[in-house]
């Protein structure tokens, strides 16, 4: 690992070095907390429609999302996010083909036999596509922000020391916590969560260190994800699966 990764002096280096640790704290209770109440009991129940609570929920998983990262900055937008270059393009491309060996080498370590499915399998259709793109553009870039506040935490409180290590430090567990939101998701599956989904969001997560900007991870996870999801629906209308 080379400390050029680590050395840029720009405003989108790795950035909230200067957060209180109270800060800190309240970022991750209210993205976490969030993230556990609303995914773990089954989310808020705000009125007896299950379409209405859907919802709400939703709405309150961005808002939560939102929030914690901008209890960190008011303009944290200026310092995750830059436009897009040229290089970026090929950068999302490599990155993209290195989440799929990823996935695909993490789950020679699986039963598959005790595989759980994605729920949002279930509701691919062509009614829902649209439904479903939106709510899969807005959805992943919430998780972004679930893996870059631990990254940039532990990254900061660890770099006094060696920079190198903080940020393997911080890639690893990081991706560690990202699987471990997904329990939920996948049935409490632990092999599933944490070496499947981790190694996907250790991927990913190399495109916002090599490039400082948090659009690359977000549209690497968006072509991943959707690039499934399509071929699913075209696998089920061709009848096969």
């Excluded at 400390?3 to 840029?8: D, I, Q």
């Excluded at 709510?135 to 190198?164: A, D, M, T």
Aim: proline share 2%.
């Amino acid at each position: 690992m080379s400390e050029k990764l680590v050395k840029n002096r720009d405003y989108r280096d790795f950035p909230f070095e200067d957060v209180s640790n109270v800060r800190w704290m309240m970022s991750m209770v209210i993205l976490f907390g969030g993230f556990i109440a609303l995914s773990v009991s089954g989310g808020v129940v705000f009125s007896q429609s299950d379409i209405i609570n859907a919802v709400l929920n939703f709405l309150l998983f961005i808002f939560m999302g939102v929030l914690s990262i901008f209890v960190l900055d008011g303009k944290w937008y200026k310092k995750l996010l830059a436009p897009l270059k040229l290089k970026d393009v090929a950068v999302i491309i490599a990155i993209l083909i290195l989440t799929y060996a990823a996935a695909f080498f993490s789950l020679s370590f699986l039963d598959l036999s005790e595989a759980v499915e994605n729920p949002v399998v279930d509701f691919i259709s062509k009614e829902n596509g649209a439904l479903l793109t939106v709510l899969l553009f807005i959805q992943l870039f919430v998780e972004e922000i679930l893996f870059v506040v631990p990254f940039l935490f532990i990254y900061n409180k660890l770099k006094g020391g060696s920079k190198v290590f903080a940020l393997l430090a911080a890639w690893i567990l990081s991706s560690l916590i990202f699987g471990a939101l997904h329990l939920p998701t996948y049935s409490f599956n632990f092999a599933q969560s944490f070496i499947v989904i981790g190694s996907v969001r250790f991927a990913l997560s190399l495109a916002y260190i090599w490039r400082k900007n948090l659009l690359l991870p977000y549209i690497t996870h968006v072509l991943y994800d959707g690039l499934i999801f399509l071929f699913i629906y075209i696998a089920g209308t061709q009848g096969l699966v």
